[in-house]
């Protein structure tokens, strides 16, 4: 079992930041990546970013490319989200999740938080 929690949404202006957090605790065998996904209103839950635990592998969504950061602090058991030049349609609900591999593929992650809801305003 992983257990994961996020903090850090928010309202922003557009062309703000927010910098995400998740901490994670639970069997780390389970957990090789920890990722980023977010789900708008009326929308399917989408990829952002993941990272691996082990050597910092990252894999980023085109659509945050250049704009968001995903990083990991190992002694905090932390993965961070460094979201700048924030969108309106950044705007969804901001989940974590853990999986076995770095994939960008929703069905391969087994555990996930509760979410952190991020507003951007035009």
């Known amino acids: 079992q992983v257990q994961l929690v996020e903090s850090g949404g928010g309202l922003v202006q557009a062309g703000g930041s927010l910098r995400l957090s998740c901490v994670a605790s639970?069997?780390?065998?389970?957990?090789?990546?920890t990722g980023w996904f977010r789900q708008a209103p009326g929308k399917e839950r989408e990829f952002v970013a993941v990272?691996?635990?082990?050597?910092?592998?990252?894999i980023y969504a085109d659509s945050v490319k250049g704009r968001f950061t995903i990083s990991r602090d190992n002694a905090k058991n932390t993965v961070y989200l460094q979201m700048n030049s924030l969108k309106p349609e950044d705007t969804a609900l901001y989940y974590c999740?853990?999986?076995?591999?770095?994939?960008?593929?929703?069905?391969?992650?087994?555990?996930w938080g509760q979410g952190t809801q991020v507003t951007v305003s035009s």
């Open positions: 999740a853990s999986s076995w591999r770095a994939t960008i593929k929703r069905e391969q992650y087994a555990y």
């Open positions: 990272v691996t635990w082990s050597d910092g592998t990252t």
């Open positions: 639970g069997r780390a065998f389970s957990n090789a990546a």
